[in-house]
């Protein structure tokens, strides 16, 4: 809020500006027409009383925005008692996630109203950059460094996630949702929710570690479409042609660079120290009842 006051304001002082500048350059260029044949005085071609006051004037207004916004961010730095804690990773070309209890989740956060969210950031690449607009937070993400950044979120919802630094081809791709939870839904989802079958439990895995955003099987998705693959024959880009298994499922979730298709990149994340050996069993119990048509 404060930031927004701060931010129209400085439109706002702008704008006048610059149109007080138009206009009195339009005005004086159509007074002064030749062909007005208005007589023009001779100038005075020094003035150190005007000087002083278009020089001073604005010194003190930009000083004005200086300390304004000094303040604002000195007061952003100070992050409040307590709050959640939360681990993101940056990964070309996604966002991953861990909650203190060891939950986590790809691209998407979620995260309890009403108190300060306070996230530690690193790369495992290059450069990214967390920016929850609504929010109104940005924070790079550098390799090799931690970065902080902290919010609270004052009403619950579903809001958008970007990255806001250029790195890579699919820069555009590396978004996210952060969902905002009442404080006793946001226990419960930490928790896992009720307890489900394997499948149900796969799935609700598929989407909480993020895999559905790759393997969307939509056109457009990153990661093969998944229906129907289970038992079904492929060729690696080794060119050896494979019977995808049970076994294989498993392998390509943890060490998911072994063996790739023939026609994609091994892009996705290795899931080895994140997933128990239930989860994995249950993810795949899901894959295997995937058996829409492939496209
Ligand atoms: Cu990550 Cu742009």
Not at 50 to 59: A, C, G, R, V
Not at 144 to 155: N, Q, Y
Request: aromatic share 14%; glycine share 8%; net charge negative.
């Amino acid at each position: 809020m404060r930031l927004d006051i701060y931010y129209y304001f400085l439109v706002v002082l702008c704008s006048i500006f610059t149109f007080g500048i138009f206009f009195t350059m339009i005005y004086l260029a159509a007074k002064y027409r030749k062909i007005e044949g208005v007589d023009r005085p001779s100038v005075p071609l020094e003035s150190l009383v005007l000087e002083l006051t278009w020089t001073i004037i604005p010194f003190f207004m930009l000083l004005g925005l200086f300390f304004w916004g000094t303040w604002l961010y000195a007061d952003y730095l100070n992050e409040p008692e307590g709050g959640v804690e939360i681990d993101v990773v940056a990964k070309q070309w996604m966002w991953k996630v861990q909650h203190s209890n060891g939950s986590r989740e790809v691209n998407d956060l979620h995260v309890p109203v009403g108190r300060p969210i306070k996230l530690t950031m690193t790369s495992q690449d290059v450069l990214h950059d967390y920016y929850i607009p609504v929010m109104r937070v940005k924070q790079d993400v550098v390799p090799g460094r931690f970065t902080r950044l902290w919010f609270e979120a004052t009403k619950t919802g579903e809001f958008h996630i970007f990255c806001a630094e250029y790195c890579g081809t699919e820069h555009s791709y590396m978004i996210g949702t952060v969902t905002v939870m009442t404080q006793e839904d946001y226990a419960l989802w930490l928790e896992g929710g009720p307890k489900k079958s394997p499948q149900e439990a796969g799935e609700f895995l598929f989407t909480q570690m993020g895999c559905i955003t790759c393997h969307s099987g939509r056109k457009d998705a990153r990661g093969p479409d998944l229906n129907g693959i289970f038992g079904a024959e492929v060729t690696l880009t080794t060119g050896d042609p494979f019977t995808r298994d049970e076994e294989y499922l498993r392998e390509s979730i943890m060490e998911s660079t072994k063996k790739i298709v023939d026609g994609y990149t091994p892009l996705m994340p290795s899931f080895k120290n994140q997933l128990t050996d239930e989860d994995v069993m249950n993810l795949i119990a899901y894959v295997k009842s995937l058996k829409g048509e492939s496209e």
